[in-house]
């Protein structure tokens, strides 16, 4: 446990205006509830969103750990395209162990409940949301869930649905005109 602590990854972003992103399940700074790990299920948590500006076209939901041993860090959820009438995610809308093994054999319905909605390969290759999993020992580590607001209703995903997590949100750093974050944390 001799690597650096990471930054916050949106601290090297070029700045952007903030709105608010809430869970009835995550304090912002607090662990992360058990449910939400692979240790208790890897259940989404729920989260919603208000206050982005009003030329706000669409949504990319990402969720990160900078925190994990390997270059890059980890990718949890991601979804783009999610259109600007959802505003909020129930708790469970993604991420069952169920979702995850069915991911890998065909598309699940989007995480939410958009069908424009687009969910995209987490860093382990399935689509949806992979619970917290740090390796046993290791320092706490921080996941980044982030609502960003996007000036295009669809990304240009160079790869469409197979498009790596890290590559669709580099893809809408230039369209973000605002970005809400909450962060939870985990220890094993």
Known sequence: MNRPVARD????LPPQPKFLLTSTDITDGEMLPVSATADGGNVSPQLSWEGFPGDTKSFLLTCFDPDAPREGGVWHWIVANIPVS???IPAGSSGSIVKIITSRF????????????MDLPNS??????MGAMPPKGDRVHRY?????????????LP???KTSAALAAATAVPHTIA??????TYQR
Not at 9 to 12: A, N
Not at 106 to 117: D, H, L, M, Q
């Open 144 to 156: 980044f869930f982030a609502v960003h607001a996007l000036d295009v209703e669809h990304l240009e």
């Open 124 to 129: 382990a290759g399935s689509v949806g949301y």
């Open 179 to 184: 970005r809400a974050v909450l962060v939870g």
């Open 86 to 88: 959802v505003t909020s």
């Open 9 to 12: 990854p949106y601290s090297i």
């Open 106 to 117: 065909k598309r699940p319905p989007s995480s939410v409940g958009a069908a424009e909605a």
């Open 159 to 161: 790869h469409g649905r």
